[in-house]
T-cell receptor, first 114, second 114 residues
Framework: AQSVAQPEDQVNVAEGNPLTVKCTYS??????LFWYVQYPNRGLQFLLK??????LVKGSYGFEAEFNKSQTSFHLKKPSALVSDSALYFC????????????FGSGTRLLVRP | SQTIHQWPATLVQPVGSPLSLECTVE??????LYWYRQAAGRGLQLLFY??????ISSEVPQNLSASRPQDRQFILSSKKLLLSDSGFYLC?????????????FGPGTRLTVL
């Protein structure tokens, strides 16, 4: 079965420190992977995606993600966290059985303390 | 540029009352359209998606229904709300026939059923 796992409910990091939000996936074939961010009482905002090519993908707001096929991971990273990065982050993978659908992880809450 | 609207932004309804949530997309044609529900500020549940006018796919059997009367309009309805229908409802769109395109989300509707 296809799935996306975000093993951490919450990640805490100090402002200025690097952050990593973890995501692993399980699909057959080559995955299409996405990261979204959600601020309180708002819709999801697209951050970045991996389709093919360079394993390091750069996205909005200084975020990047590294695709690792052997570890089936797509971790979100940022070199220096900001307090304003505090939000809920979702990883998603395209559903291989129905190409118009995304399978979302359960979300990881990022808390950046001043 | 494309924009997506949802209304109302918030709604408080008694159990057993009807529901109608509306979503419209501007700046694109023939989009895929989606309805999600998010409970307790965490995971997303895909409720319905549509690849064209009058074409609705239901993901979860429940007392909700969806309709797409126009190309860029997507409506979520219920004849009788249940307490369990409370949640944050998100509409999204993506480019038709491009399977690796990201979904773009609206601002959401907060529904509270009392």
């Amino acid at each position: 079965a296809q799935s996306v796992a975000q093993p951490e409910d919450q990640v805490n990091v100090a402002e200025g420190n690097p952050l990593t939000v973890k995501c692993t996936y399980s699909v057959s074939g080559n995955p299409y992977l996405f990261w979204y961010v959600q601020y309180p009482n708002r819709g999801l905002q697209f951050l970045l995606k991996y389709i093919t090519g360079d394993n390091l993908v750069k996205g909005s707001y200084g975020f990047e993600a590294e695709f690792n096929k052997s570890q089936t991971s797509f971790h979100l990273k940022k070199p220096s966290a900001l307090v304003s990065d505090s939000a809920l982050y979702f990883c998603a993978v395209r559903d291989m059985d129905s190409s118009y659908k995304l399978i979302f992880g359960s979300g990881t809450r990022l808390l950046v303390r001043p | 540029s494309q924009t997506i609207h949802q209304w109302p932004a918030t709604l408080v309804q008694p159990v057993g009352s009807p529901l109608s949530l509306e979503c419209t997309v501007e700046g694109t044609s023939n989009p895929n359209l989606y309805w999600y529900r998010q409970a307790a500020g965490r995971g997303l549940q895909l409720l319905f998606y549509s690849v064209g006018i009058g074409q609705i796919s239901s993901e979860v059997p429940q007392n909700l229904s969806a309709s797409r009367p126009q190309d860029r309009q997507f409506i979520l309805s219920s004849k009788k709300l249940l307490l369990s229908d409370s949640g944050f409802y998100l509409c999204a769109w993506s480019v038709l026939a491009v399977s690796y395109n990201e979904q773009f989300f609206g601002p959401g509707t907060r529904l509270t059923v009392l």
